[in-house]
């Protein structure tokens, strides 16, 4: 079964902690994405990789950090700089060639305790 | 960032009605696409639409690529309490360019 596979569902931040988020998507695609969404503000862009060991920033990169060490996974690390962290994550890879038709992850929801 | 300018933010409808949907930019897009959000899950692909003036179906949803290459709509028809979800528009310049989003439009189905 191909697809997108966000872990956990639901995450809990304390104060000053960093915490990563887990994205792995096994249908072969060289490009990965992270966004945030807050309701009512659509998908912001936080970090893109289009190949294994290269991302750069979106548009609220900061706070945030990313690898991409291997093809099917891009971690996300919400660090403690990220002062407003509690959001619904997303994160999608997009096919390679074709249209580069982008597919989404079920989400992962961060809460600050 | 830029964004897609989808309103209004939230539409109400009645089980069996049909509902429109549109989605304006200032930019030119060559890709665009539907997506429908459930509650607390991802975004997941509706219609694509690859080429200016392009109707194409998906059951009961019909979706158009204008042809200015600036706007798109999507319309569902006799809707049913399924159909209710945030509707997120997207256009990309090309395949190796980024997505921009809409902002979404949340559709409630009253039984």
């Known amino acids: 079964d191909g697809g997108i596979t966000q872990s956990p569902k639901y995450l809990f931040r304390k104060e000053g902690q960093n915490v990563t988020l887990s994205c792995e998507q096994n249908l072969n695609h060289d490009a990965m994405y992270w966004y945030r969404q807050d309701p009512g503000q659509g998908l912001r862009l936080i970090y893109y990789?289009?190949?294994?060991?290269?991302?750069q920033k979106g548009d609220i990169a900061e706070g945030y950090s990313v690898s991409r060490e291997k093809k099917e996974s891009f971690p996300l690390t919400v660090t403690s700089a990220q002062k407003n962290p509690t959001a619904f994550y997303l994160c999608?890879?997009?096919?390679?060639?074709?249209?580069?038709?982008?597919?989404f992850g079920a989400g992962t929801r961060l809460s600050v305790l | 960032g830029q964004q897609l300018n989808q309103s209004p933010q939230s539409m109400f409808i009645q089980e069996g009605e049909d509902v429109s949907m549109n989605c304006t930019s200032s930019?030119?897009?060559?890709?665009w696409l539907w997506y429908k959000q459930d509650p607390g899950e991802g975004p997941v692909l509706l219609i694509a639409l690859y080429k200016a003036g392009e109707l194409t179906s998906n059951g009961r949803l019909t979706a158009q690529f204008g042809i200015t290459r600036k706007d798109s709509f999507l319309n569902i028809s006799a809707s049913i309490p399924s159909d209710v979800g945030i509707y997120f528009c997207a256009g990309q310049e090309g395949a190796n360019s980024k997505l921009t989003f809409g902002k979404g439009i949340t559709l409630s189905v009253r039984p």
């Open positions: 990789s289009q190949i294994v060991n290269d991302f």
């Open positions: 999608a890879s997009k096919e390679t060639g074709g249209f580069g038709i982008q597919y």
């Open positions: 930019s030119i897009f060559n890709t």
